[in-house]
């Protein structure tokens, strides 16, 4: 008896063409997705500033300049007054209050200090969301005295030629003379003019309280796997 031949069943193979529109589909949809989670993470984000800048009409009337383009945090390191190394993207995670001035600290850095202090504390339950930060732009050593009421300060030497690449004053003012604003995605996005009277201080908290509640939703108190003061 002759075995009967094995059946195969033969299926065409896709043309080259088809193969390349397939592929190209599948890229396209891929790089919709991408966007979509994009989008997803930073709506929390967008929103709160499309809040604060555009629903909000009082945020027109805002004391603080804000900053467009807004610009990241460098990869640069700071030095602590007791010489460890921190990279200035660390901070990042939490709102920063910042000043610029030498080691020497004239009066008006001495001000500025107590005003950030101040500032900070007069959040309230706010301000465990902020940090207030002194870059020493010098090499200048910060007196004993001084350094006593920086327990809770973030103070850091920091070369002044690489810090000028990130924070910069308004025109006619030195960088020592405003003080500047980071959110906690490390974007330089504000600064202050000058200017440490009441009247000031009490326009620059007003800011900060209406960044608070514009980024209540999707900002924290602390940085990820840190325990916050």
């Known amino acids: 008896m002759l075995e009967q031949p094995l059946g195969l069943t033969v299926h065409s193979l896709p043309l ?33 500033y499309f ?53 020497a600290c004239n009066p008006q850095c001495e001000r500025h200090l107590y005003l950030q ?34 327990q809770e300060a973030t103070v850091l030497r920091v070369d002044p030629g690489q810090l000028a690449q990130w924070l910069s004053p308004e025109r006619g003012q030195r960088i020592s003379d405003q003080l500047y604003v980071v959110d906690p995605m490390g974007h330089w996005m504000m600064r202050f003019p000058p200017g440490d009277d009441i009247a000031s201080a009490a326009r620059i908290r007003k800011d900060l309280e209406r960044l608070m509640r514009a ?10 796997g840190v325990v916050s003061r």
């Open 16 to 48: 080259p063409q088809e193969a390349a529109v397939a592929d190209e589909q599948r890229t396209r949809h891929g790089r919709w997705k991408m966007l979509v989670v994009a989008l997803v993470c930073a709506a929390p984000v967008v929103a709160s």
């Open 215 to 224: 980024s209540a939703g999707w900002d924290q108190p602390g940085r990820p």
């Open 51 to 103: 809040a604060y800048y555009v629903v909000r009409p009082e945020a027109r009337r805002s004391y603080g300049e804000l900053i467009d383009p807004q610009r990241p945090i460098p990869s640069i390191t700071g030095t602590t007054l007791d010489g460890k190394t921190v990279s200035l993207p660390t901070l990042q995670g939490q709102w920063l209050l910042v000043s610029v001035a030498g080691g």
């Open 117 to 150: 202090r101040q500032l900070r504390e007069g959040l309230g339950k706010d301000r465990d969301r902020v940090d207030w930060v002194w870059f020493v732009s010098d090499r200048v050593p910060v007196r004993p005295a001084l350094q006593s009421g920086l």
